[in-house]
Nanobody, 123 residues
Framework: QVQLVESGGGMVQAGGSLRLSCAAS????????MGWIRQAPGKEREFVAA????????YYRNSVKGRFTISRDNAQKTVYLEMNSLKPEDTAVYYC????????????????WGQGTQVTVSS
């Protein structure tokens, strides 16, 4: 089992930036694809971004393309989400997740989850 801990959330004005980090421990980090999923109050969780185990492939939901960047450092066992040009609709709890499965663009694909970090964007 892998343990995931998110950090870097906070409150920011629209147009600002935040960088989220997810530290992993417990198993071979490089063997997992990693994703970021968010959930706003009263709404379902939604996929934000994912990165393959090697870091060679990345995926984003359309609403964050060009604004968010996912990356990973396997030596440090850490995955990042750089968020730029933030909008109020980005406000949510952001979860880091990991999976050994070959498909990782759906919430149900992920086997391990962090506890989440709050991101609040004011207009």
């Amino acid at each position: 089992q892998v343990q995931l801990v998110e950090s870097g959330g906070g409150m920011v004005q629209a147009g600002g930036s935040l960088r989220l980090s997810c530290a992993a421990s417990g198993r071979t980090f490089s063997g997992y694809a990693m994703g970021w999923i968010r959930q706003a109050p009263g709404k379902e969780r939604e996929f934000v971004a994912a990165i393959s185990w090697s870091g060679g492939r990345t995926y984003y939901r359309n609403s964050v393309k060009g604004r968010f960047t996912i990356s990973r450092d396997n030596a440090q066992k850490t995955v990042y989400l750089e968020m730029n040009s933030l909008k109020p609709e980005d406000t949510a709890v952001y979860y880091c997740a990991a999976t050994t499965r070959s498909s990782y663009l759906l919430d149900s694909s992920y086997e391990y989850w962090g506890q989440g970090t709050q991101v609040t964007v004011s207009s």
